[in-house]
């Protein structure tokens, strides 16, 4: 679970580069070449999900996942532990986002931490 961690932290390092990059470059429409999007909203919230393309005001997000920390309570350690979205009460089937929310949009690629966490967990399911 320190692996997802450092992951976690190289995604927020990574976030603030590429938020100067957009406002210095402009702003274009991401490419959806690989299964999985992180999505990084305004309030620090991160989502990794299948992102659908579309020209609404909303990013629609299926499939979503996000790191929770949890602390055990015997000797207090926090672990961080990737959860599927859906088990809810609502039992949601996918999100959508305000676009005004979103900071930022990246790959997740198919050799990462995250894409291997998501592949176990969907395997399971």
């Known amino acids: 679970m320190q692996k997802i961690a450092a992951v976690v932290t190289a995604i927020a390092t990574v976030t603030l580069a590429v938020a100067a990059c957009a406002i210095a470059f402009g702003h274009k429409a991401p490419r959806l070449d690989t299964p999985y999007q992180a999505v990084a909203l305004m309030n620090g919230q991160m989502f990794f999900g299948k992102m659908e393309e579309g020209g609404s005001d909303y990013v629609t997000l299926r499939d979503v996942f996000y790191i ?4 055990n309570p015997e000797t207090r350690a926090v672990t961080s532990v990737l959860v ?3 088990g809810e009460a609502h039992n949601p089937d996918r999100m959508q986002i305000n676009r005004q929310q979103v900071l930022l949009i990246e790959p997740v690629k198919t ?13 399971a399911h």
């Open 111 to 123: 050799d990462s931490q995250i894409a291997k966490l998501i592949a176990e967990q969907n395997a």
């Open 84 to 86: 599927k979205r859906g």
């Open 68 to 71: 929770q920390g949890r602390q």
